[in-house]
């Protein structure tokens, strides 16, 4: 399949992907990516329409467990690791924009 | 505790150590000669305990887990993986966290954001990755056996090119609680050992169905059998014995192990599998667009240095361009691009039924062969900075990557040297054959000749700890 990663939908995966690219590495990554979509060319001389996906090496469906209350016992440890808290509240600038 | 055969050797090396107990003696080994190969990110000390090394993607309370990242470099483990709490209750504890690439993204554990590990064989090569410091660390002998998870090769390429064994086992068989999901329907933890028994100890240990991961399985692992290699059947791929990256020395030492396993009576089949052709393309568009999502969740919220930007967008934006480095980024892109709406259909669809033409072709072969073998790498180690091209790189996994794409168990052992560098031979079974593969690799262990006195040799100079 051909594509053309042009910069517009570039800036559209950084953006996808939460990430804002330095000028030389956006570069770089633009060309290894360029070079690996080209590799990644030799399936297109694989017919796959008869074949279903194969999402996991599991046979099985992954059963859901019991919906049940239970205390954590690393509470405590999983606050110290908050960067910003107040209290025992984690605290994260405003995610709404002011406009 | 159990007395399985790592436990016995143990403790018969406690015996001859007077100095003291077993975790200071690989302690002070490891403080000694770390330096020279940098398998280690953080060093811990437990008493009373026996110790093994632990990929430093494997959350373990009381150490840090920091994936090889800059990113996470101060993040303290919450809580611990199923594998350390399974181990615990023999008597083991982690002597230090080891270095990998990072988020275990790459075959050199040059891409660890702290510094690359050296190859135990010659400083000057790469240990192989993504698990290289696990790997560099069992082959220095600084811990007894090592603990490192597989995506793509990342137990099993570092194990051939540091001259020890390193297992895979079937997906499903070892709890991935706690382990730092990379590619989650790929990945699996396993053991780097010396001998096969080691691998099979550790196994019987680590492996347990876990509320905690669904996708793991009730498994029996059992006591290794006698196998009668004239009863066995192997296929070997023409795509891979043919394949154009393979050297002509790893290609040698590979052949010569292959007469000396039809002297012992093992019936040898040449096979052809046509999809192996692209196996690589396939798993460099499911792993990265798994990555791509698993990722996400290093936002910087959580955990992690916290920046100045007062927007949550540039919060999140910063932490992740200024914590990842950039092979991450380069998947992270490649996965993200592969996921979009746009180019689903083309790309990760597809992939995911080549996958399971992979898968069919390949259980075909199972129904007339035991084991299919290969090399494990298609070359000897490369110098630290010789490969700068990532898909040259990628390429270097085409010999493990089809295990992981089907859950199947495989495992590298040590065949022979070129250049004085470990060679690998791969063998990989039927998921859930387990058993027999174990069995199997236990029996023919013995006619490598790097297979001295009930383990495999160690790099010349090295200290033997047994």
Same mark, same amino acid.
């Given at each position: 399949?051909?594509?053309?990663?042009?910069?517009?939908?570039?800036?559209?995966?950084?953006?996808?992907?939460?990430?804002?690219?330095?000028?030389?590495?956006?570069?770089?990554?633009?060309?290894?990516?360029?070079?690996?979509?080209?590799?990644?060319?030799?399936?297109?001389?694989?017919?796959?329409?008869?074949?279903?996906?194969?999402?996991?090496?599991?046979?099985?469906?992954?059963?859901?467990?019991?919906?049940?209350?239970?205390?954590?016992?690393?509470?405590?440890?999983?606050?110290?690791?908050?960067?910003?808290?107040?209290?025992?509240?984690?605290?994260?600038?405003?995610?709404?924009?002011?406009? | 505790?159990?007395?399985?055969?790592?436990?016995?050797?143990?403790?018969?090396?406690?015996?001859?150590?007077?100095?003291?107990?077993?975790?200071?003696?690989?302690?002070?080994?490891?403080?000694?000669?770390?330096?020279?190969?940098?398998?280690?990110?953080?060093?811990?000390?437990?008493?009373?305990?026996?110790?093994?090394?632990?990929?430093?993607?494997?959350?373990?309370?009381?150490?840090?887990?920091?994936?090889?990242?800059?990113?996470?470099?101060?993040?303290?483990?919450?809580?611990?993986?199923?594998?350390?709490?399974?181990?615990?209750?023999?008597?083991?504890?982690?002597?230090?966290?080891?270095?990998?690439?990072?988020?275990?993204?790459?075959?050199?554990?040059?891409?660890?954001?702290?510094?690359?590990?050296?190859?135990?064989?010659?400083?000057?090569?790469?240990?192989?990755?993504?698990?290289?410091?696990?790997?560099?660390?069992?082959?220095?002998?600084?811990?007894?056996?090592?603990?490192?998870?597989?995506?793509?090769?990342?137990?099993?390429?570092?194990?051939?090119?540091?001259?020890?064994?390193?297992?895979?086992?079937?997906?499903?068989?070892?709890?991935?609680?706690?382990?730092?999901?990379?590619?989650?329907?790929?990945?699996?933890?396993?053991?780097?050992?010396?001998?096969?028994?080691?691998?099979?100890?550790?196994?019987?240990?680590?492996?347990?169905?876990?509320?905690?991961?669904?996708?793991?399985?009730?498994?029996?692992? &059992?006591? =290794?059998?006698?196998?009668?290699?004239? #009863?066995?059947? %192997?296929?070997?791929?023409? @795509?891979?014995? /043919?394949?154009?990256?393979?050297?002509?020395?790893?290609?040698?030492?590979?052949?010569?192990?292959?007469?000396?396993?039809?002297?012992?009576?093992?019936?040898?089949?040449?096979?052809?599998?046509?999809?192996?052709?692209?196996?690589?393309?396939?798993?460099?568009?499911?792993?990265?667009?798994?990555?791509?999502?698993?990722?996400?969740?290093?936002?910087?919220?959580?955990?992690?240095?916290?920046?100045?930007?007062?927007?949550?967008?540039?919060?999140?934006?910063?932490?992740?361009?200024?914590?990842?480095?950039?092979?991450?980024?380069?998947?992270?892109?490649?996965?993200?691009?592969?996921?979009?709406?746009?180019?689903?259909?083309?790309?990760?669809? &597809?992939? =995911?039924?080549?996958?399971?033409?992979? #898968?069919?072709? %390949?259980?075909?072969?199972? @129904?007339?062969? /035991?084991?299919?073998?290969?090399?494990?790498?298609?070359?000897?180690?490369?110098?630290?900075?010789?490969?700068?091209?990532?898909?040259?790189?990628?390429?270097?996994?085409?010999?493990?990557?089809?295990?992981?794409?089907?859950?199947?168990?495989?495992?590298?052992?040590?065949?022979?040297?070129?250049?004085?560098?470990?060679?690998?031979?791969?063998?990989?079974?039927?998921?859930?054959?387990?058993?027999?593969?174990?069995?199997?690799?236990?029996?023919?262990?013995?006619?490598?000749?790097?297979?001295?006195?009930?383990?495999?040799?160690?790099?010349?100079?090295?200290?033997?700890?047994?």
């Amino acid at each position: 399949m051909k594509i053309e990663l042009n910069d517009s939908l570039f800036k559209d995966l950084e953006a996808l992907s939460m990430l804002n690219l330095e000028g030389k590495e956006r570069e770089i990554i633009k060309e290894d990516i360029k070079n690996i979509l080209k590799y990644m060319d030799l399936l297109d001389e694989i017919n796959v329409d008869e074949e279903e996906e194969m999402f996991t090496p599991l046979s099985r469906d992954m059963l859901p467990r019991e919906d049940e209350i239970k205390k954590s016992k690393n509470i405590d440890s999983i606050i110290k690791e908050f960067p910003e808290k107040k209290d025992d509240y984690l605290k994260i600038p405003a995610i709404y924009k002011n406009e | 505790m159990s007395e399985n055969f790592l436990n016995k050797k143990i403790r018969e090396m406690e015996r001859v150590n007077k100095k003291g107990d077993i975790f200071s003696f690989f302690f002070n080994r490891t403080k000694k000669y770390d330096e020279k190969v940098k398998a280690f990110l953080e060093i811990l000390n437990y008493k009373e305990a026996i110790p093994y090394g632990l990929k430093d993607n494997i959350l373990c309370i009381g150490a840090k887990t920091t994936c090889g990242s800059q990113l996470l470099k101060n993040y303290n483990s919450t809580y611990d993986a199923t594998v350390v709490e399974n181990l615990r209750k023999y008597g083991f504890e982690p002597l230090g966290k080891t270095n990998m690439d990072e988020f275990a993204m790459g075959s050199s554990t040059e891409n660890s954001s702290f510094f690359p590990t050296r190859n135990p064989w010659n400083t000057e090569r790469i240990p192989g990755g993504s698990s290289g410091g696990s790997a560099a660390a069992v082959a220095s002998g600084l811990v007894p056996f090592a603990l490192g998870s597989d995506t793509g090769g990342s137990i099993r390429l570092p194990a051939a090119m540091c001259g020890i064994v390193g297992y895979k086992p079937s997906y499903g068989l070892v709890s991935r609680y706690g382990l730092v999901a990379f590619g989650s329907s790929l990945d699996q933890i396993g053991p780097f050992t010396r001998c096969i028994e080691d691998t099979h100890s550790v196994i019987k240990m680590i492996a347990s169905k876990d509320e905690k991961d669904s996708t793991s399985e009730n498994f029996e692992i &059992k006591d =290794l059998a006698t196998t009668d290699l004239k #009863k066995i059947r %192997i296929a070997i791929p023409r @795509e891979m014995v /043919d394949y154009e990256g393979l050297d002509e020395g790893v290609k040698e030492s590979f052949y010569l192990f292959v007469e000396e396993l039809e002297k012992n009576g093992v019936k040898i089949n040449y096979v052809n599998i046509p999809s192996l052709k692209y196996v690589i393309a396939t798993y460099y568009l499911i792993a990265p667009g798994e990555a791509s999502s698993n990722l996400s969740r290093f936002d910087g919220v959580r955990y992690g240095k916290r920046n100045d930007k007062s927007n949550y967008e540039d919060m999140v934006n910063l932490f992740r361009d200024s914590g990842f480095g950039i092979e991450v980024k380069r998947r992270i892109l490649l996965g993200t691009f592969t996921l979009s709406s746009a180019y689903y259909d083309a790309y990760y669809r &597809k992939a =995911l039924k080549v996958r399971r033409i992979i #898968k069919k072709e %390949i259980d075909k072969i199972f @129904e007339n062969n /035991d084991f299919i073998i290969n090399p494990t790498s298609p070359v000897i180690a490369p110098y630290l900075n010789q490969i700068t091209d990532p898909l040259t790189y990628y390429l270097m996994d085409y010999y493990t990557i089809s295990a992981n794409l089907i859950g199947a168990p495989a495992i590298s052992l040590p065949i022979k040297r070129v250049e004085n560098m470990p060679v690998g031979l791969h063998i990989m079974s039927k998921r859930f054959m387990d058993n027999e593969l174990l069995s199997f690799a236990n029996r023919i262990q013995n006619l490598s000749p790097s297979f001295k006195n009930g383990f495999f040799e160690l790099p010349d100079g090295g200290e033997k700890y047994v």
